[in-house]
């Protein structure tokens, strides 16, 4: 399975490499802007009205609950994802794949560089232990199967941008494909956890 991992690996990392993923999917790394335009267009599906009578779930047109309490949600969803990933990585289970290596093995871009060797990557920087899962992965399926439900017929777009954002960690070297399948398989865990309680809390209400 290493070897596999490692594999697809250098197939994504190395093999597709080109100029135009270099430029795009460093953004997704530390995605602020993202987030805010992302947070304030889902904002708007929620709050306005029209919109969220033509996007929400037809299932449950048939419960009163507020805007607020999906947002509530989606930042409970965010919690314990973020969270759970973090406590995951702390036992720093797994080295980023740049760790003790030199940029002609691995292309991260978004690495700093040892200033007495040039071509290893610094290996003394936060986080070179805890590759184990992906958070960004973890994080954005989770998202993305929450919000979902909520509002299925924008579900392609939300998944889309989950792969994305998964595929852009391996790209840019932070981590390997297993990583983000796990960090996925947390994430849509998380999900359908969040979405259990929703559903008890509209069944207990009505």
Same mark, same amino acid.
């Given at each position: 399975?290493?070897n596999?991992?490692h594999?697809l690996?250098n197939?994504?990392?190395?093999? !597709?490499?080109?100029?135009? &993923?270099?430029?795009i !999917?460093p953004?997704?790394?530390?995605?602020?802007?993202?987030?805010?335009?992302?947070?304030?267009?889902?904002?708007?599906i929620?709050?306005?009205?029209?919109?969220?009578?033509?996007?929400?779930?037809? =299932?449950?047109k048939?419960?009163k609950?507020?805007?607020? !309490?999906?947002?509530?949600?989606?930042?409970?969803?965010?919690?314990?994802?973020?969270?759970?990933g973090? @406590?995951?990585?702390?036992?720093? %289970? =797994?080295?980023?794949?740049?760790?003790?290596?030199?940029?002609?093995q691995?292309?991260? %871009?978004?690495c700093?560089?040892?200033?007495?060797?040039?071509?290893?990557?610094?290996?003394?920087s936060?986080?070179?232990n805890?590759?184990?899962?992906?958070?960004?992965? @973890?994080?954005?399926?989770?998202?993305?199967?929450?919000?979902?439900?909520?509002?299925p017929?924008?579900?392609?777009? %939300?998944? %889309?941008? @989950? &792969?994305?954002?998964? &595929?852009?960690?391996?790209?840019?070297?932070?981590?390997?494909?297993?990583?983000?399948?796990y960090? !996925?398989?947390?994430g849509?865990?998380?999900?359908?956890l969040?979405?259990s309680i929703?559903?008890?809390?509209?069944k207990?209400?009505?």
């Amino acid at each position: 399975l290493q070897n596999i991992d490692h594999s697809l690996f250098n197939l994504i990392n190395q093999g !597709m490499s080109n100029t135009l &993923f270099d430029l795009i !999917m460093p953004i997704f790394h530390k995605p602020n802007l993202i987030s805010i335009i992302f947070l304030l267009a889902i904002c708007i599906i929620i709050f306005n009205k029209n919109l969220n009578q033509k996007l929400l779930n037809k =299932r449950l047109k048939n419960y009163k609950f507020s805007p607020i !309490m999906i947002l509530s949600f989606i930042f409970l969803t965010i919690i314990i994802t973020d969270q759970t990933g973090r @406590a995951i990585k702390s036992l720093e %289970l =797994r080295d980023r794949p740049w760790a003790n290596k030199t940029t002609e093995q691995v292309n991260c %871009l978004t690495c700093k560089l040892d200033k007495t060797n040039p071509n290893l990557y610094l290996t003394n920087s936060k986080g070179a232990n805890k590759s184990f899962p992906s958070n960004h992965a @973890a994080n954005s399926f989770a998202i993305a199967f929450v919000i979902s439900f909520f509002f299925p017929k924008i579900k392609n777009k %939300l998944y %889309l941008l @989950a &792969f994305i954002i998964s &595929f852009s960690r391996i790209y840019i070297g932070v981590h390997y494909p297993f990583d983000i399948m796990y960090g !996925m398989c947390l994430g849509l865990l998380a999900g359908y956890l969040v979405i259990s309680i929703f559903n008890l809390y509209i069944k207990i209400k009505s």
